[in-house]
């Protein structure tokens, strides 16, 4: 069993639908959470970091991490044909940003 | 803040020969970090400095590999006598102690 789990998609949603990705993992001792965008042929760009439990905001993105149950979510707003990429997800355990990411989702959001 | 960079974008090998890529990270950062990325798969760890001191490799690192940061700035990532299964996508990465890391565009590795 992989330590962090992601479904690889592809996940197809209309242009304004509100997107949900998800990961879990088995790790309690993660306390860093992240999601990194990819485009094709470029590097993860940072969209969301979060420590420990709780929400977060940033415009259209929202992240939740429910540590009890080892699940974390990004929730994206209003999507637009320009959020299709693969969405990353990474945890770390003390800050030493070793980061242990998931496979990666493929969303494609169609005009 | 001009971002991470790296060099070369793509690099196509024959099998047995070696190849040296570049990162250089953004200015103010101490830590910096390699990955591997393979196709449809997330970003492995390879290995991080903090400034000049090369502090932890990752077991996918095998002898062939070797990494520098000299004076604590940019970062070299050499590979000796390439394989096949070392075609991937090469990111580094850099960060402060407490903040998350900023990846580069990374480089594609091909080892024909």
């Known amino acids: 069993q992989k330590e962090v789990e992601q479904d690889p998609g592809p996940l197809s949603v209309p242009e304004g639908a509100i997107v949900s990705l998800n990961c879990t993992y088995s790790n309690s001792a993660f306390q860093y959470f992240m999601w990194y965008r990819q485009y094709s042929r470029k590097g993860p760009e940072l969209l969301m970091y979060?420590?420990?439990?709780g929400n977060k905001e940033d415009g259209r993105f929202t992240a939740q991490v429910d540590k009890s149950s080892k699940y974390i979510s990004l929730f994206i707003r209003d999507s637009q044909p320009s959020d299709s990429a693969t969405y990353l997800c990474a945890m770390d355990t003390s800050g030493t940003y070793k980061y242990i990411f998931g496979t990666g989702t493929r969303l494609k959001v169609l005009a | 803040d001009t971002g991470v960079s790296q060099d070369p974008r793509h690099k196509i090998t024959k099998r047995g020969q070696n190849v040296t890529f570049r990162c250089d990270p953004i200015s103010e950062h101490n830590r910096l970090y390699w990955y591997r990325q393979t196709l449809g798969q997330g970003p492995e760890f390879l290995t991080y400095f903090q400034n000049e001191a090369q502090l932890e490799k990752s077991r996918l690192l095998s002898d062939r590999f070797s990494a520098e940061r000299p004076k604590g700035s940019f970062s070299t990532l050499e590979i000796q006598r390439t394989e096949q299964g070392d075609s991937a996508m090469y990111l580094c990465?850099?960060?402060?102690?407490?903040?998350?890391?900023?990846f580069g565009n990374g480089t594609r590795l091909t080892v024909t």
């Open positions: 979060t420590y420990s439990s």
């Open positions: 990465a850099s960060g402060f102690v407490d903040s998350p890391l900023h």
